[in-house]
């Protein structure tokens, strides 16, 4: 609600500029990279590792995309990582009925689409801040994963769905999973749909400064709606990924994803107030945090040096974005 | 701006009643009572009360140990004792602060004893002692809690798991003919059980002193996700262009196993290097079947939740039980699978057990 009004999509004249603020995220990425490349022992980063660190970008990279235009639009979605969960255990729950793996995809992000619809009316029609609310989903689309499975992990065939997600692409032409592609080709839309629709529009200008967004005609209701419904879609589709990863539905899977996709957002450079955000940016990150957790096994460092450098990688790329922002004015 | 926020206020209060009426329900989830219509009520008095608190809900083990207890139950109940089980615990089984609230909430709803797998050493040790002050008897099954046996809880029963972890660690030097990489997939920090099945595996595998262990201190963490990525970023940390860089791979319990399991699978390494793995669930028996995993060692739950109430009823009657109970752990090979007793280890009949009123 703070920061400057960001009705006008950026002018042509600032187009440069532009391009080179929208490529600041991908330096952090670097700089990173080089420091690993730095400390000895300078392990290389080979091709197989690559592959699964793009694989294990995926989940919070797809989910995170979803959040990158909810941010923009001013708002948050804790619910996350609950409706990977809950979407999961459809998908398997879909597969051990019987159905094909086309029901299963529709059902997923079905169902992922309901939940997000679910947490945009709530917060239009109760005009309840989008913390609250999505705090109360997060339990709520828990509870009805485990309703669904009586808490227990549903084994289910995958047919053919894991070769999505598999490190390994299933033809070596592809170089990485299908998965990986599957993000790059949605990170594309969601930056189509932010800078050059309508909605984009509306969804940063209402991000930016609600009550002139309001006086311009945006339509607010409807498009903070139609915000969360892109993400629950989009956690839908997570959440099928999650499953074809593990071969089954687990309900108590992505406890805490909630926040590495806010992380992944955050790295990205979008401004937690809103009006701002960065596709390219969200995608740098959500590939940082997977490049970190790789890069600590290879090393040899134990799991608390990895959660020690995420933890204030957060906090860098926040103030670096902030500096910058401040000196540009 | 201050007009729009007006509405917020009031609403904020109900988001906050809400909020609050969260935790009531919220424990309830994983609740699965065994008690039948219209038993309890008219008899609240006479009727022992036990309840069974497993780490967690979502692992088949959990599933093996509560088809025991009801087992136990049924016995008792066809033996005169005016009995009734409940089984409830934590989902996630890195969720301390839930199991604990879970007996806080137990020690005040009227049980009469409570059969407990410790998801921590030191955590769960202050509950289990304000539960034994309060007249409560616990009996510890599965992993260890700080304290005595015999004196601050009645009994420990489980598998002397690092007898376990050594069955692999044998088996694993046996097959490589004592010379040979092995990589060690950790579980959980803090957990005791699995913590012993590693220094178990550890002092095995290196006893013959050909065997170079590759210990990065990795855990795989809490679910079969997590262990998913650990074990993958492992196996591509480990690999040269030809060679997997190790000869074979240990993890100490199902989901780690189970993670492990897909990472080798995905690597054309599943059958290749030699996987001993810990705990039996329909997926991992298929992979012991399919030759994808060479051998598993399993514990019995089915007797660990069996015994766990059978020693809660005995304490409770004032007859004294043995402090410390091995149920057992048995090293099943593909090969060996078959064999009716590693059969009804590795695929027990639940449904059988658990009768009509379980899942």
Redesign the interface.
Same mark, same amino acid.
């Given at each position: 609600m703070t920061a400057s009004p960001a009705i006008a999509p950026a002018s042509t004249g600032a187009t440069a500029s532009a391009l080179a603020r929208s490529l600041t995220p991908l330096v952090g990425l670097l700089v990173v990279v080089l420091f690993f490349l730095a400390v000895p022992p300078h392990h290389a980063v080979t091709l197989e590792q690559v592959r699964t660190i793009g694989v294990h970008a995926v989940i919070v990279g797809v989910a995170a995309l979803g959040a990158t235009i909810v941010i923009a639009a001013g708002g948050l979605d804790l619910s996350v990582g609950s409706m990977i969960a809950l979407t999961g255990v459809t998908a398997s729950l879909v597969l051990r009925a019987g159905h094909g793996a086309t029901t299963a995809v529709a059902a997923a992000v079905a169902v992922g689409l309901a939940c997000g619809l679910y947490n945009g009316l709530l917060i239009t029609i109760l005009r309840l801040p989008a913390f609250i609310v999505t705090l109360g989903t997060l339990g709520f689309f828990r509870g009805a994963a485990k309703w669904l499975t009586s808490s227990r992990t549903v084994s289910a065939p995958t047919l053919g769905l894991e070769s999505i997600v598999a490190p390994r692409p299933p033809a070596p032409w592809m170089l990485v999973a299908p998965a990986v592609w599957i993000l790059l080709l949605l990170a594309a839309a969601s930056a189509f749909v932010l800078h050059r629709t309508v909605l984009g529009r509306h969804a940063l200008a209402l991000g930016g400064n609600e009550q002139a967004a309001r006086r311009c005609g945006v339509p607010i209701t409807g498009t903070r709606v139609a915000v969360y419904a892109i993400a629950g879609a989009l956690a839908g589709l997570a959440g099928l990924f999650q499953f074809a990863r593990l071969q089954s539905g687990d309900p108590t899977v992505a406890i805490g994803v909630e926040l590495d996709v806010i992380a992944a957002v955050v790295i990205g450079g979008a401004s937690l107030s809103g009006g701002s955000a960065s596709v390219l940016g969200t995608l740098a990150g959500a590939f940082m945090i997977a490049y970190l957790r790789n890069r600590c096994v290879v090393m040899g460092w134990p799991n608390y040096v990895q959660e020690m450098i995420v933890g204030h990688l957060i906090i860098l790329a926040v103030a670096v974005d902030l500096w910058r922002r401040r000196r540009t004015g | 701006?201050r007009t +729009?926020r007006r509405?917020?206020v009031p =609403? *904020?209060l109900?988001?906050l009643l809400?909020?609050l009426a969260?935790p009531a329900c919220?424990d309830s =989830? =994983?609740q699965?009572s065994t008690k039948s219509q219209g038993q309890g009520e008219t008899a609240e008095s006479s009727t022992i009360r036990i309840a069974v608190v497993p780490k967690?809900?979502? /692992? &088949?083990y959990w599933?093996s140990v509560h088809a025991g207890a009801v087992a136990a139950e049924r016995d008792l109940r066809a033996a005169g004792t005016d009995l009734e089980v409940v089984f409830r615990g934590p989902? +996630?089984e890195d969720d301390r602060e839930q199991q604990i609230a879970l007996l806080e909430n137990l020690q005040s709803g009227g049980f009469d004893a409570v059969v407990l797998a410790p998801l921590d050493e030191q955590a769960l040790a202050t509950p289990v002692r304000r539960l034994e002050d309060a007249g409560i008897p616990v009996v510890v099954i599965d992993s260890g809690v700080a304290g005595t046996p015999g004196e601050d809880f009645v009994s420990f029963i489980a598998t002397d798991n690092e007898r376990a972890g050594g069955l692999a660690g044998e088996h694993v030097a046996k097959a490589l003919g004592g010379v040979g990489r092995v990589l060690l997939l950790r579980y959980l &920090?803090g957990s005791e059980s699995t913590t012993r099945r590693e220094k178990g595996f550890i002092d095995a595998v290196t006893a013959g002193g050909g065997i170079e262990l590759l210990d990065?201190?990795? /855990?795989a963490?809490a679910?079969?996700?997590t262990a998913? &990525?650990?074990a &993958?970023?492992?196996l *591509? =940390?480990l690999?040269t262009e030809s060679a997997p860089g190790f000869d074979a791979v240990f993890c100490p319990n199902e989901s780690s196993t189970y993670g492990m399991l897909?990472a080798l699978r995905?690597?054309g390494l599943a059958g290749k290097v030699v996987f001993v793995g810990f705990d039996a669930s329909?997926?991992l028996v298929a992979g012991l079947r399919g030759g994808e995993i060479d051998g598993l060692v399993v514990q019995d739950p089915i007797r660990m939740g069996r015994l766990g109430v059978e020693a809660a009823v005995a304490a409770l009657a004032g007859t004294t039980v043995e402090p410390r109970i091995d149920t057992g752990a048995v090293l099943v090979l593909s090969e060996t699978m078959n064999e009716a007793r590693n059969l009804a280890l590795l695929e027990p009949d639940l449904e059988a057990l658990l009768g009509a009123e379980g899942?």
């Open positions: - | 701006m +729009r509405p917020f =609403s *904020s109900l988001a809400a909020l969260l919220g =989830s =994983s699965t967690g809900t979502t /692992h &088949e599933k989902d +996630r &920090e990065p201190a990795r /855990h963490g679910t079969r996700a998913q &990525e650990a &993958e970023n492992l *591509s =940390s690999a897909l995905q690597r329909p997926d899942r």
